[in-house]
């Protein structure tokens, strides 16, 4: 079973999003890249790049599938995970630590209630399985 | 015959892809495994330095009996199919009047009045429709055998040790692309130095329902489990092995609007062999010269190329890639697609649109990846 932390909120593109202060950061789930296989590829937008929420903010790859990856959130890019370009396999080993993506200064914070909690995840994720 | 839309045709091999834990995808028409959960990197990387195992009995096989089985496939092929012998294979090819491709084949052979074409998954019908509607009054018999054969393919430089422990064979004395038929674990089957992943290696024909029976006792004997053991491998490796070994997938790189000249495939055109499908097109683009040719490429660039995505050369759209991928062993992203030949050397630069954002790469030779010869 994929593992879906309770500390965090979760979008139905299989994104999650910690909140830190006014800052969202974001990735993909564990079952995200477990669907995925192995990303060998991670392509990131710049700081300072704005994203309306559900928009595409890049893409991640396999060896078989490129997947876009969408902002659960609005806001202002404030950091990307930089060291996701020499080592993508993060994403698989740690999705919700080392394998984190950007970080969002929140536009409109609110947004963040509209996200899915770790247990609708989990049906959400079981519905879409069967 | 079609199967309705969403009806999935299963190998054999079905159940037993599940209980691997295999993610299970629609290709051509088949309910097949993607990847098993060791991963396509790994079940690749395995095939190159140990051994893969691979389920295929979803190709086709069409067999061909009488007294003018070699004539009527020269007929029908590219290929020279009066150059075999007893126990040969030949990769070769159906073509189309335009010199394009039908399909790509292997055509054993048994005895002179007996072969078997073995085809393409996705494509069994149409060449079976294809192969009767040019019966003409040769004398042979026909017949669509894809439902009575499972096909198991073990490769990499293990396969020989692991495969000799379930049959008497001399597996060593069957040279590359030649077969014998014996019993492997007690079953009837032939079993084909020949494969699709650049590795040494077999395929192994038997009855269908003998098919779970070979698929455990190859794991077994290859130590399935083990560091370095025999992995079951995927649709994904299967497809990013034969793609470092510079192989041709048709619908892919070859198809009916492409022809064998241009996909590097002239050495299995036998234009002096006699009359066949396609000789006259062939011969005439030959001597006329072709205008776009398949090669391969490395991305220089941070970026993976994609099948589909156009070429552009000092900005202008050139051709496509055929096939685009990373190289799990090469550790390089690479991939195939057809440029006009005045652009098809080694060493030219071209772009590759990724998404809209155009990626460096250039043309290098093919294959990516040869293995050592022992």
Not at chain 1, 15 to 35: K, P, S
Not at chain 2, 114 to 120: A, I
Not at chain 2, 148 to 168: E, F, R, W
Not at chain 2, 244 to 268: R, V
Request: aromatic content about 8%; some cysteine.
């Amino acid at each position: 079973m994929a593992n879906v932390p309770e500390n965090l909120h979760y979008s139905k593109d299989h994104e999650w999003v910690r909140v830190e202060g006014d800052t969202a950061v974001i990735g993909i789930t564990d079952h995200a890249q477990d669907q995925l296989g192995d990303v060998v590829y991670v392509e990131l937008p710049k700081s300072g790049e704005e994203f309306a929420a559900h928009e595409s903010f890049g893409s991640v790859e396999s060896v078989k599938a490129v997947s876009e990856i969408f902002t659960p959130v609005s806001g202002n890019v404030s950091e990307v995970n930089g060291s996701l370009n020499d080592e993508p396999e993060k994403v698989n080993k740690d999705p919700y630590g080392e394998g984190w993506m950007i970080k969002i200064k929140m536009s409109n914070s609110g947004e963040v209630d509209s996200l899915l909690t770790p247990a609708e995840y989990e049906d959400f994720t079981k519905a879409e399985s069967e | 015959m079609t199967a309705p839309a969403l009806e999935l045709k299963k190998t054999s091999l079905n159940e037993a892809h599940r209980k691997l834990g295999g993610r299970m995808v629609e290709f051509g028409g088949w309910d097949m495994p993607v990847q098993y959960p060791a991963g396509t990197m790994t079940e690749h990387l395995r095939t190159r330095t140990n051994a893969g195992l691979f389920d295929v009995s979803h190709m086709g096989e069409i067999e061909v009996r009488g007294p003018d089985s070699i004539p009527f496939v020269n007929r029908l092929v590219s290929n020279d199919a009066a150059k075999l012998i007893d126990g040969q294979a030949q990769y070769s090819a159906l073509t189309t009047p335009e010199g394009t491709v039908i399909d790509d084949l292997l055509v054993y052979r048994f005895a002179e009045d007996h072969l078997l074409l073995v085809v393409n998954a996705g494509t069994t019908e149409k060449d079976w429709d294809w192969i009767i509607s040019h019966h003409g009054d040769e004398n042979v018999e026909l017949r669509n055998a894809s439902a009575d054969y499972c096909q198991i393919a073990v490769q990499g430089p293990d396969a020989i040790s692991i495969l000799q422990k379930l049959t008497a064979v001399p597996l060593s004395e069957i040279k590359y692309y030649h077969f014998r038929e014996g019993s492997v674990d007690g079953v009837p089957a032939i079993v084909s130095r020949t494969g699709y992943t650049g590795e040494d290696g077999f395929e192994v024909y038997a009855a269908a329902d003998k098919a779970e029976q070979l698929w455990n006792k190859i794991l077994d004997a290859g130590d399935f489990g083990n560091d370095d053991g025999v992995l079951p491998c995927g649709l994904a490796a299967r497809n990013t092995l034969r793609l470092e070994a510079g192989m041709c997938l048709y619908g892919h790189e070859i198809d009916e609007t492409t022809t064998l000249l241009e996909a590097n495939l002239g050495w299995i055109c036998k234009l002096n062999k006699g009359a066949f499908i396609g000789r006259e097109l062939l011969q005439r683009q030959k001597d006329d010269g072709i205008k776009r040719k398949l090669v391969g490429f490395d991305v220089t660039d941070r970026g993976i190329a994609r099948d589909g995505q156009d070429v552009l050369i000092g900005g202008a759209p050139v051709g496509h890639v055929t096939s685009g991928s990373p190289a799990p062993f090469l550790k390089q992203n690479i991939g195939m697609a057809y440029v006009p030949v005045e652009f098809a050397n080694a060493g030219q630069a071209i772009e590759i649109d990724v998404r809209g954002r155009l990626v460096a790469a250039q043309i290098v030779p093919l294959p990516f990846y040869k293995r050592a010869k022992q």
